[in-house]
């Protein structure tokens, strides 16, 4: 229990010096979110994305999942991605990767660990489309590396050829998104130069009608 007790002593001392800063910061949180921002990353303890870009409260709409992955399925992520983009209004989603991620070691490992294989399919079905690029990679953990930019740059895609995403482009709204990648041994975002920002840079076969 010391360690649940710690994190309600940590909540009152940091509520208490943001009061100290800025006495009305919690009145004005409390009564708008208007961030700019959307990030879909990986659940990875290792990353805070308000740390990470130095963002305060209110100013990131967050959906993590292991593995940054956008499944057309996954109500959750679409939910997110909906409320985001008509609801507060972001105008940048983010899909934000990170090297040395589990959730990618493990489906190149292809090794049984229960429920979340059926999660580790969409990384897996990333990893079967690179197979000859990634097959040429003799050091696993570059193999690793190379794949964690890979899902980056798919998840990517698969954000943009949402009907969410699409309709809005439609209705002229100004909605970029973006494939980023995290080291965790400098702790600095690189970018993967794979930004989307209308419909006719996805493929035809994707754009709604």
Known sequence: MLALEECFEANRKWAARMRRRDPEFF???????RPALLWIGCSDSRLAPDHIIGKQP???????NVGNVVVHTD??????????????GVRHVIVCGHYGCGGVQASLRAERLGAIDNWLRHLRDVQLMHRAELEGIDRLDQRAD???ELN??????????????????QRGAS????????SLSDGLLRDLDVTVERTD????????R
């Open 201 to 208: 840079q996805i493929p035809d076969r994707y754009r709604l």
């Open 27 to 33: 009145e004005r949180l409390r009564e708008q979110q």
């Open 146 to 148: 190379r794949l964690c």
């Open 152 to 169: 980056v740059e798919a998840q990517v895609a698969n954000v943009c050829r949402t009907s969410i995403v699409q309709e809005a482009w």
């Open 75 to 88: 109500l959750n992520c679409l939910s997110v991605l909906q409320y985001g983009v008509e609801v507060l």
């Open 175 to 182: 909605l970029a998104v973006h494939g980023w990648i995290y």
């Open 58 to 64: 209110g100013e990131i709409f967050v959906h993590r």
